[in-house]
């Protein structure tokens, strides 16, 4: 018997929440990246907006049917590009960035001169199961890039979630 119970609007504003609070501690984090700081803080928060993010993704993917055909497919490759970033991080204990070699456009403000990057594929460890169409997506839209507009990006695919009539995501605004 299948049991399928919809997510709580308020779990799904609360891991919204999450995301954007940790995308807030990358920011602060990925801030202090110098040349001589080994970014294991920005590590930490990076894979914990991708927890945040893949987790969101997977709710509405799994409990809104007008996600599939409603959806932005560009924030949905960007999420599944970093679905594959989050299983590198998680299961093989990937560093799944990097310090930049020098100033990544467009530039923050202050403007910094290194930024963390999304790694290349090749550098880190093989994973145990190769999902194709997220190591694709990653290969596309993270690999080599900043970090920081790939989360900003991310946070304007979930609002456009949020304002997409039958969103299951609209309702944690109208519910």
């Known amino acids: 018997m299948n049991h399928s119970v ?19 501690r990358f920011r602060q984090d990925s801030a202090r990246v110098t040349e001589y700081d080994d970014g294991f803080g920005a590590l930490a928060s ?61 530039q923050p403000a202050p403007a910094r001169i290194a930024e963390v990057v999304w790694r290349e594929a090749d550098e880190m460890p093989p994973p145990e199961r190769e999902y194709r169409n997220q190591r694709l997506a990653y290969d596309r839209y993270l690999s080599g890039k900043s970090a920081r507009t790939t989360f900003d990006s991310i946070g304007q695919f979930f609002a456009s979630e949020q304002n997409r009539t039958g969103s299951t995501l609209n309702q944690t605004i109208s519910g």
Not at 8 to 24: F, I, K, Q, T, W
Not at 46 to 63: G, I, M, V
């Open 46 to 106: 990076a894979t914990e907006c991708l927890f945040w993010a893949c987790s969101l993704e997977e709710q509405l993917s799994k409990n809104d049917p007008t996600y599939a055909q409603g959806a932005d497919q560009y924030g949905r490759s960007l999420v599944q590009g970093a679905r594959w970033a989050r299983n590198q991080a998680t299961h093989q204990l990937a560093f799944v960035v990097a310090r930049s070699e020098g100033p990544v456009y467009p």
């Open 6 to 24: 919809q997510p709580d609007p308020e779990m799904l504003g609360s891991a919204l929440l999450g995301y954007h609070r940790a995308v807030e």
